[in-house]
C-alpha cells in the first residue's frame, strides 16, 4: 500500500460507492481536502489580505527609499516584522496545491488505469482497505454529465465539435480565471507600485521583478489552460473544484478581515 497514494484512492473508491458516480466523488474528495488543508492555508490567506491593507504604506517606502535599494529593503523588512506579516506566506497555498495535485493525479490514474484495464483488480486492492475492496466482474463507471472522465479535452476535439466539449471547456477556462483571479488577491504589489519602483530605480532588476509578476498572474493560468488541454477530465474536474474551493477561502477571508 502506498501511504501517500492509498487514502486518495480509497476516498474515490468509498464516495462513488456512496453515490454511485465517480464525477461526484472527485468533487466531495476535493473539497474535503481544502478542507482539511484550510489550518494551513488560512494564516496564508490571513496574511496575504492584511499585505492588501498596508499598501498604502509600502507605497511611501518605495517613494521615500527608491533609489537606495539596501536601504528599501531593509525598511520593508523591519516594516513587515512590525506588522507581523510574512510578505512570502503567498507561496504555501500554491506549493500546497503542487504538491496535492501530483499526489490525486497519481490516485486517479490508478483507478483510471483500472477503467482502462490497465491496472489489474489486485493492484487496485493493495490501495484499498477490506471494505472498499472489489471482486471480480466489479464495474466502475465512468461518465459524469455525459463525458468519459478518463478521455482528454483533445480526443474530445479529435471526435469533432460536440455538446461533450461543453463541459471540458467550462473546466479549463473556468480554472485558468480562478487561477488568474486567486494570483490577483495573493499578490498584494499593484501596478502602480512597479511603476513608482522601476521610475525611481530604472534598474533592469526591477524590470525582472515585474515581468515574475506578470508571468506569475497571467501565464500560469494560460499554462493550465494549454497543459490541461491533454489532462484526463477527472484531473481537469478536480482542479476547477481545487480553485473554486479556493476561491471561495478568499472570498470569506475577505470578510472576516473587514469584520476585524
Request: one cysteine or more; charged letters at 15%.
Amino acid at each position: 500500500m502506498n501511504l501517500f497514494i492509498a487514502p486518495f484512492v480509497n476516498a474515490l473508491f468509498g464516495f462513488y460507492f456512496l453515490f454511485g458516480n465517480l464525477g461526484w466523488s472527485i468533487v466531495i474528495v476535493t473539497v474535503i481536502i481544502r478542507l482539511v488543508l484550510l489550518p494551513l492555508v488560512w494564516p496564508s490567506l490571513k496574511s496575504a489580505q492584511k499585505m492588501q491593507a498596508l499598501q498604502p504604506k509600502l507605497k511611501k517606502l518605495q517613494e521615500k527609499y527608491g533609489k537606495n535599494k539596501e536601504a528599501l529593503a531593509k525598511a520593508q523588512m523591519e516594516f513587515y516584522k512590525a506588522e507581523g506579516v510574512n510578505p512570502l506566506s503567498g507561496c504555501l497555498p500554491n506549493i500546497l496545491q503542487i504538491a496535492v495535485l501530483m499526489i490525486f493525479f497519481s490516485a486517479f490514474n490508478m483507478v483510471s488505469g483500472f477503467l482502462e484495464g490497465k491496472v489489474g483488480m489486485e493492484t487496485i486492492n493493495q490501495q484499498l482497505i477490506p471494505a472498499f475492496q472489489i471482486t471480480e466482474g466489479f464495474k466502475f463507471g465512468d461518465s459524469f454529465m455525459g463525458v468519459n472522465l478518463t478521455t482528454t479535452p483533445a480526443k474530445v476535439l479529435g471526435g469533432g465539435v460536440s455538446l461533450q466539449l461543453v463541459l471540458p471547456l467550462i473546466l479549463l477556462l473556468g480554472s485558468g480565471f480562478l487561477q488568474y483571479w486567486s494570483a490577483k488577491k495573493m499578490m498584494p504589489a499593484t501596478k502602480v507600485d512597479e511603476a513608482v519602483v522601476k521610475k525611481e530605480t530604472k534598474d533592469k532588476e526591477d524590470d525582472m521583478m515585474a515581468a515574475m509578476r506578470t508571468q506569475s498572474t497571467y501565464m500560469m493560468p494560460l499554462m493550465t489552460i494549454f497543459i490541461g488541454f491533454n489532462f484526463s477530465i477527472g484531473i481537469l474536474l478536480y482542479w476547477f473544484v481545487n480553485s473554486a474551493v479556493m476561491a471561495g477561502q478568499q472570498i470569506l477571508m475577505a470578510k472576516v478581515g473587514k469584520k476585524n
